[in-house]
Nanobody, 125 residues
Framework: QVQLVESGGGLVQAGGSLRLSCAAS????????MGWFRQAPGKERELVAA????????YYADSVKGRFTISRDNAKNTVYLQMNSLKPEDTAVYYC??????????????????WGQGTQVTVSS
């Protein structure tokens, strides 16, 4: 399992920006597709964005397309989620996840094998 630690959450006004970071302890981090999920109160956890092992492919949920950007720096064992034009409906706990498989996968249906502890993002109107 890959150990993951998120940071960067907080409170922001609607229209603002936040950047989430997820640091991995595993030196094979660069082999794993990575994703960001979120869970709002009373709702199921949903995939927000995912990125392939080499950063060459990305996936975004329709609700965040054009506003969020996922990226990774394999030299730093870190994946990022840049969130712009935030809306109150983006309020949720955001989780970083590593897929259970290494290599090439279908990003939109990634299956996490490791999770971070989550970081709260609150967008006020």
């Amino acid at each position: 399992q890959v150990q993951l630690v998120e940071s960067g959450g907080g409170l922001v006004q609607a229209g603002g920006s936040l950047r989430l970071s997820c640091a991995a302890s595993e030196r094979t981090f660069s082999s794993y597709p990575m994703g960001w999920f979120r869970q709002a109160p009373g709702k199921e956890r949903e995939l927000v964005a995912a990125i392939s092992w080499n950063g060459g492919s990305t996936y975004y949920a329709d609700s965040v397309k054009g506003r969020f950007t996922i990226s990774r720096d394999n030299a730093k064992n870190t994946v990022y989620l840049q969130m712009n034009s935030l809306k109150p409906e983006d309020t949720a706990v955001y989780y970083c996840a590593a897929d259970r498989s290494i290599g090439i996968i279908k990003l939109s249906t990634m299956t996490p094998g490791s999770w971070g502890q989550g970081t709260q993002v609150t967008v006020s109107s």
